[in-house]
Each structure stands twice: as structure tokens, then as C-alpha cells.
């Protein structure tokens, strides 16, 4: 399965050039295909800021490019570079708050700064880190990948169909995808008749993002108004829904999209099985409940305008971009140390305490 996977990479979102930062554009797809060029921490952090690139895992990744930016950017003035350096920390950090990818890669980079050894090339050692980090997420996707198509196959082996919400292929990570590399990895299997995408209002993600990704790779996909998704349950043999997450806390609850609660609310009263997709990256084990995990709220302008246009009434607005998924609702989380069905806090952290498995 994993040469069929790799086979099958087709599409990228993050392109580290060894002196700068290349990202794709995710506000421009599909109408057109824009790379944008980074050479600083502000800029990545603005750019996290503004979903030039979205997605838990792909922040992360970004952010951790954006460290070495900074580092070189600082080295290059002179001066306490450390100093200057914690700086670019915390501009990256304050970019998005919900996604704990951003803040567990920011962690990773400042241990492999703690650890530099006298005379070491600071540079170099970032670099090399962040590269890692790239790296270890891209085999992670792999190994979720076939962790959840072994799920899918255990309940069922014939061709079937799913509903997924927002983007969760490689255009938010750094290779396969979470939920979308199941599903992706599931049509290679021949185990998808029909994939079933919310269109994820307000920024149309999966209209935008998860169709265009599914149709470039002639994966079956059906766009569906995000209301619609009852009606699908109830009327079209919707098997499993499967979604990513931008973190976990230690009792098994999800932050994630918007709409992800109302979905697993429907799935659990339709019987439809409910998956979440991701890197033990997003698990926030210090964090004990979904209460707890800070809910992003985006501006006004983002509901009350599409593509420039005014079209809505001139009201209040309220634009949570994240809600939270209880673990009860949850029938399995997929990662890429293996699965844990029916999460509790007891399995979560024996699955934590596992070195990865593929």
C-alpha cells in the first residue's frame, strides 16, 4: 500500500527552496494557481494569518520554515540573535490559536535551539529541523493512510460512500493528507463509490479545496451545500464520516471546523460511523477536556461578503471558525500510531505512550 500512496502524490502546498519559503495560495484555488515567495517570520506568520496556507499540519510546517527565515533574517542584522529570535517565536505562535500543530512544531524548534552545541551552525540545525518536521508529517499521512483503510475494510469491503468536511488532502499538510489521505488511500483500495464533500462555509474549503484536489486525482466527488448534510445520512448510504482535527485533548475531544459537532451529532443518530484523522502532533494531552481549547473567531467581513461582494443584511455577526466534537460521538480516531476506537482518556494515553508504529 505505501507504493500505491506514494504512486498516487500528486498535489503540495509547501516548498522549502533552502533560502526562502514557497506556498500555494490556497484563497486563489481552483480559479487560478498562485505560489507566493516568504523570506521572513512575519511574513509566514501573516500568511498563516491571512489562509494563504490552513490545514493543522501545514501551519505547523510553515511555521517551523518560518523560525530558520527568522534565524537567518536575525543573523544576517548581527547582534543578540537569540534575543531577537524570541521575537519571531512569538509573532508565529499568535498567528492561529486553535490548531496546536503551530505551537508543537514551535516547541520542536525551540528544544533543537536549546540542545545547539558550542561552535554548532545555528542556521543549519534549524534548517535541518524544520526539514524533519516536513518530513515526519509526510509519513505520518502515510501511515494513517493505511491504518484507516484497514478500519474501513473492517466493517465493510465493498465499494461505499463518505462525507468529509473542509480540507484535510495535501494541501493542508506536508504530504498525503489526514482524513482526505484515507479517503484518497480507500479509492486506491476500491473501497469508494462516492465521496460526498460539504462545501464548509464561510471560506468554501471543501468547495474550493477538497473537490478540486479529489477531481484532479479522478476520485468520485459530490459538492453538497453544508445544510445538506442530514438529508445525505438519511438518504444516501452514507457509511463513515471522516474529518480531521486541529487538536485533541486528553479525554478524546476534537476542535476542529466548524459544522465538525453538527456532523457527528447527525452521524450518531443516522448510524453512520464516525472517524477523525490525525497526527499525534495534534493531541494536546495537557489539555484535558474540549472546554478548555481557546475557539477561534474570525472577522465579520468573511460572512458578510463573498469574493468582494456584499450579500448579507447589515447585522452582528458571529464567525467561530473551530467548534468541538465530544469523544462520545467519536467512533474512532485514526493516527499515525495506530487506532483508537471508542476514545477515552485511558486509550488515548496508552496510544500516546507508543512509539509510531509505520
Not at 169 to 193: K, P, Q, S
Not at 284 to 312: C, H, K, S, Y
Amino acid at each position: 500500500m505505501r507504493e500505491r500512496l506514494l504512486a498516487a502524490e500528486k498535489t503540495t502546498s509547501i516548498e522549502w527552496r533552502g533560502d526562502h519559503l514557497c506556498l500555494l495560495d490556497q484563497r486563489q484555488l481552483p480559479l487560478q494557481v498562485v505560489w507566493q515567495r516568504f523570506d521572513s517570520a512575519a511574513s509566514v506568520a501573516q500568511a498563516i494569518r491571512a489562509m494563504v496556507v490552513r490545514g493543522a499540519p501545514a501551519i505547523g510546517i510553515s511555521a517551523a520554515y518560518g523560525v530558520v527565515l527568522g534565524l537567518r533574517e536575525r543573523l544576517n542584522r548581527g547582534g543578540d540573535w537569540r534575543a531577537a529570535l524570541d521575537e519571531d517565536f512569538a509573532i508565529l505562535a499568535g498567528s492561529r490559536p486553535t490548531a496546536v500543530n503551530l505551537a508543537w512544531a514551535l516547541g520542536q524548534m525551540r528544544e533543537r535551539l536549546a540542545r545547539l552545541k558550542p561552535g554548532e551552525d545555528a542556521l543549519a540545525a534549524l534548517e535541518a529541523q524544520a526539514v524533519a518536521i516536513h518530513q515526519s508529517d509526510r509519513e505520518a499521512n502515510l501511515a494513517m493512510a493505511q491504518f484507516g483503510v484497514e478500519l474501513i475494510r473492517k466493517f465493510n469491503s465493498a465499494e461505499q460512500s463518505f462525507l468529509t468536511h473542509c480540507n484535510t488532502g495535501a494541501l493542508a499538510t506536508g504530504g498525503f493528507g489526514t482524513a482526505l489521505g484515507v479517503i484518497r488511500a480507500a479509492h486506491l483500495d476500491g473501497l469508494v463509490e462516492r465521496v460526498y464533500a460539504d462545501e464548509t462555509r464561510p471560506w468554501l474549503q471543501g468547495a474550493r479545496l477538497t473537490a478540486w484536489e479529489l477531481a484532479n486525482e479522478s476520485v468520485p466527488v459530490v459538492l453538497n451545500a453544508d445544510a445538506a448534510a442530514a438529508h445525505l445520512m438519511k438518504t444516501r448510504s452514507i457509511s463513515w464520516v471522516v474529518v480531521g482535527a486541529d487538536r485533541i485533548t486528553a479525554n478524546g475531544d476534537v476542535a476542529n471546523k466548524i459544522g465538525t459537532y453538527q456532523l457527528a451529532v447527525l452521524a450518531m443518530h443516522h448510524g453512520v460511523r464516525f472517524m477523525v484523522v490525525a497526527p499525534s502532533s495534534s493531541f494536546d494531552m495537557a489539555m484535558e477536556t474540549g472546554d478548555d481549547i481557546p475557539l477561534e473567531e474570525r472577522p465579520a467581513i468573511e460572512l458578510l461578503e463573498l469574493a468582494g461582494q456584499r450579500v448579507a443584511a447589515d447585522v452582528p455577526v458571529f464567525n467561530p471558525v473551530f467548534d468541538v466534537t465530544p469523544a462520545d460521538l467519536i467512533d474512532a480516531i485514526v493516527t499515525e500510531k495506530g487506532v483508537v476506537e471508542r476514545p477515552t482518556a485511558d486509550k488515548l494515553a496508552r496510544l500516546m505512550s507508543r512509539s509510531r508504529l509505520h
